[in-house]
């Protein structure tokens, strides 16, 4: 089983441009989660959904939009990227909201 | 909004040493999970433990949720067990929050 992809891997992107990161899981759970993660500050909640249609907001939400139109997608997008957007990207999900979630393999974003 | 405090921050054990790690959480919680974070950045699930104590191989945990904390049991250390350990909490709300984990290294 696939499980939860993430896409790209790794990008380098340069400031001001916009790009989405991908994650789709195939396990058919409601909720799903975007990460980043920064050395030495742990993972951090960017936006999560629990449930198609629905979407909040985490600990560290500016600069990032998402978007849940069906339940197998979470796109994350960068409207227009800092430098300060560097980081490591991890998409997670789990099936209803008290459930074990399970993470993707991550995307590395480097905002030059 | 919850906060989860981990400790020790930083853990450096000899092989075949027995380690505790500690999770702390500020507010009545859905449910625990604890993972391992290896030195390819990759997430592993270890325990999905709300409450009560489960035990995999070398590794057990232990939730008392009324007293809002979490224990992870290391024991016999293997140089493998190195990487970052994370426990994280999901409040009522959905969320889904992470502490600062804990470091451990093992020397062979």
């Known amino acids: 089983t696939a499980g939860i992809t993430q896409a790209p891997t790794s990008q380098i992107l340069a400031a001001g441009r916009s790009m989405t990161l991908r994650c789709t899981q195939d396990?058919?759970?409601?909720?799903m989660y975007w990460y980043r993660q920064d050395l030495g500050l742990g993972l951090r909640l960017i936006h999560y959904s629990n449930t198609a249609g629905t979407t909040g907001k985490g600990e560290v939400p500016d600069g990032y939009s998402v978007s849940r139109a069906n339940t197998d997608d979470f796109p994350l997008t960068l409207a227009s990227a800092v430098p300060s957007q560097t980081s490591v990207y991890f998409c997670a999900s789990s099936d209803r909201q008290n459930t074990e979630a399970f993470f993707g393999q991550g995307t590395r974003l480097t905002v030059v | 909004g919850i906060q989860v405090e981990q400790s020790p921050p930083d853990l450096i054990l000899q092989e075949g040493a027995n380690s505790t790690l500690r999770c702390n959480f500020s507010d009545s919680v859905n449910n625990l999970q604890w993972f391992h974070q290896n030195p390819w950045g990759q997430l592993i699930n270890l325990f999905y433990i709300p409450s009560g104590t489960k035990q995999n191989g070398r590794l057990s945990a232990t939730t008392v949720a009324t007293e809002r904390y979490s224990l992870l049991y290391i024991s016999s250390s293997q140089t493998t067990d190195s990487g970052v350990y994370f426990c994280?909490?999901?409040?009522?709300?959905?969320?889904?929050?992470f502490g600062q984990g804990t470091t451990l290294q093992v020397k062979p």
């Open positions: 396990m058919r759970h409601n909720a």
């Open positions: 994280a909490v999901k409040s009522n709300t959905g969320k889904l929050i």
